[in-house]
Nanobody
Framework: QVQLVESGGGLVQAGGSLRLSCAAS????????MGWFRQAPGKEREFVAA????????YYGDSVEGRFTISRDNARNTVALQMNSLKPEDTAVYYC?????????????????WGQGTQVTVSS
């Protein structure tokens, strides 16, 4: 399994932007499909975005489609989430996750590795 560490969270006003980054350890990062999930207090973990091993296929949750962009750099073992036009309802702990394999999935139960999470707070 890869070890994942997120960074880039913080406090931002509604309409602003944040960029989250996730650094992965190990030499097998390019074998992993990667994703971002989030969990707000009292709510279930929610799919945000996922990206294929090569980066040519991306999927987004309905609530972030058109505002968030996922990308990866296999040479640097990183995956990023650019978040624009942020809304108060985007407030949550954001988790980076990975799944070894080829199929891009949106179910959190299918991910193999998880980061510790980073807090994103959007004020109105």
């Amino acid at each position: 399994q890869v070890q994942l560490v997120e960074s880039g969270g913080g406090l931002v006003q509604a309409g602003g932007s944040l960029r989250l980054s996730c650094a992965a350890s190990g030499r097998t990062f390019s074998s992993y499909v990667m994703g971002w999930f989030r969990q707000a207090p009292g709510k279930e973990r929610e799919f945000v975005a996922a990206i294929s091993r090569s980066g040519d296929i991306t999927y987004y949750g309905d609530s972030v489609e058109g505002r968030f962009t996922i990308s990866r750099d296999n040479a640097r073992n990183t995956v990023a989430l650019q978040m624009n036009s942020l809304k108060p309802e985007d407030t949550a702990v954001y988790y980076c996750a990975g799944r070894r394999g080829q199929v891009v999935v949106s179910a959190s139960s299918l991910m193999d590795s998880w980061g510790q999470g980073t807090q994103v707070t959007v004020s109105s």
